[in-house]
């Protein structure tokens, strides 16, 4: 079996979904197994929607709703598989089954994280019972697989985690026998259930998480994920438009990018891909015979590569807090109490640095600032700079490598740079920036590191 799954922009209109089928079509000897994202750009119109609904727009929302639906009707007509009754009747079901979660908002008054759940996880539905049928059209048998009875998670709406062992035998005791009898299953990625049955979402970009954990408990060898890009590049291609693709990657390599921004793989994505040892493939859907790029334990020639920037990652949106106070000279319990204020308000730290009396930190997360900044204020000296950037420099063996910071921060001496990280890691040298110098600072980075002659067996 292989695990493939389709991220928004591959299944963003009629054209995309029958190349997406075409695809699919060309891996049936190997027993796939399909997980899809909603069509691009429709889970942001039903976060759009459940926003309204939860501010009581009631008219504008059932409209706005319609005009989800429409543009599924839409893109099935386009396909040919408007006249199909028993999609008919689907699609009716799904528009009911919306409809509803509307409803509950309304008549709860508020927009709650579980009836959020209930109204994002709809664009998924659409497109998991949509593939099936154009496939089937094209003669490849294949069939819906509610993700919502399979992948099991705990009830921490909005960004759920699965039940690995529950879900693990759901997965195959649905799974396995479809797959078995030449049929291919299609599922929704992001979407889980609780074991009372109500709808989860994993968090945004959980399709991918969802491919890897389904692949993992399928014991796959292969999961691939189709998106818009060649691959995993040395570079946001927005900002470097001459970015080159990677070959391969190391799994660390590649979990440091996701978390620092690469939009290629949802962070979370290659746990399950390092557990079980599988092999993570990146490729593109509006260019499926290139070879995308490789995500595994050990590059296939059995070298390991050190000492190489592979890929500059960036992250946006960032506030840097730093605390100082004089209990921190020579004290034991400070950092303790000082972290546990951003536990108490469910904070992720990306990046810090100490000194004998002060810490720097990042977050990306500023719902809760205020009650932060008043909890830290009662034993230190807090201060708040907002629209900072964390650039990071990926590449295995770096911390053992001499000279590459004195060659970054050479290019930058123009550059204000807040804080800088080495040594957490053996992959990756990390700092924090103006946002608005992100341009010059990517562009000046590659510029150094990947251009003149590069290594074909790593780049493209």
């Given at each position: ?234 570079a946001d291609p927005s900002l470097v438009p001459e970015a080159h693709r990677i070959r391969y990657m190391s799994y660390s390599e590649a979990a440091e990018l996701a978390y620092f921004g690469a939009k ?188 003149g002659e590069l290594d074909a067996s790593i780049f493209c």
């Amino acid at each position: 079996m292989i695990v493939m799954k389709f991220g928004g922009t591959s299944v963003g209109n009629a054209g995309a979904i029958r190349r997406v089928c075409t695809i699919i079509q060309s891996r049936l000897p190997q027993n796939p197994v399909v997980v899809t994202s909603a069509v691009g750009g429709v889970t942001n119109k039903l976060v759009k929607l459940a926003k309204m609904a939860g501010e009581g727009q009631k008219k504008q929302a059932l409209q706005f709703m319609q005009e989800i639906h429409s543009l599924h009707q839409a893109i099935a007509g386009e396909l040919g598989i408007i006249d199909d009754q028993e999609f008919i009747e689907v699609l009716h079901q799904i528009e009911i089954t919306l409809h509803q979660s509307l409803e509950r908002i309304f008549n709860h008054g508020a927009l709650t994280d579980e009836l959020y759940d209930g109204v994002i996880s709809i664009g998924e539905l659409y497109t998991a019972n949509m593939l099936p049928v154009v496939l089937q059209k094209m003669e490849m048998p294949s069939t819906f697989a509610d993700a919502r009875k399979m992948l099991r998670t705990d009830d921490h709406f909005s960004s759920a985690r699965p039940l690995i062992s529950e879900s693990k035998l759901l997965v195959k005791n649905e799974l396995v026998p479809i797959v078995k009898r030449g049929i291919i299953p299609v599922t929704q990625g992001f979407v889980g259930g609780t074991a009372k049955g109500q709808t989860t979402t994993l968090g945004r970009g959980g399709s991918d998480y969802s491919a890897t954990l389904i692949g993992a408990m399928l014991e796959v060898e292969i999961v691939e994920i189709w998106s818009d890009v060649d691959g995993v590049l040395t570079a946001d291609p927005s900002l470097v438009p001459e970015a080159h693709r990677i070959r391969y990657m190391s799994y660390s390599e590649a979990a440091e990018l996701a978390y620092f921004g690469a939009k290629v793989l949802h962070p979370a994505t290659l746990a399950p891909a390092v557990e079980n040892d599988m092999t993570v493939k990146v490729f593109n859907s509006m260019n499926p015979d290139f070879d995308g790029t490789a995500i595994s334990q050990h590059q296939p020639d059995g070298r390991k590569i050190d000492g190489r920037v592979k890929s500059i990652a960036y992250k946006e949106g960032l506030t840097v807090i730093t605390v100082s106070s004089s209990r921190m000279l020579m004290a034991y319990g400070f950092m303790s109490q000082l972290f546990s204020i951003f536990d108490k308000y469910e904070t992720s730290v990306d990046l810090v640095t100490t000194s004998e009396v002060t810490v720097s930190l990042t977050i990306d997360n500023t719902k809760n600032i205020s009650q932060i900044m008043e909890e830290l204020s009662t034993f230190a000296v807090a201060k708040v700079e907002n629209k900072k950037a964390i650039v990071c420099l990926v590449g295995e063996g770096l911390k053992r490598t001499k000279g590459v910071p004195g060659q970054i921060f050479g290019l930058l001496q123009d550059t204000h740079i807040y804080l800088i990280s080495q040594g957490a890691s053996e992959i990756n040298l990390s700092f924090v920036i103006d946002e608005a110098d992100l341009p010059k600072v990517i562009v000046r980075l590659h510029d150094y590191f990947f251009s003149g002659e590069l290594d074909a067996s790593i780049f493209c």
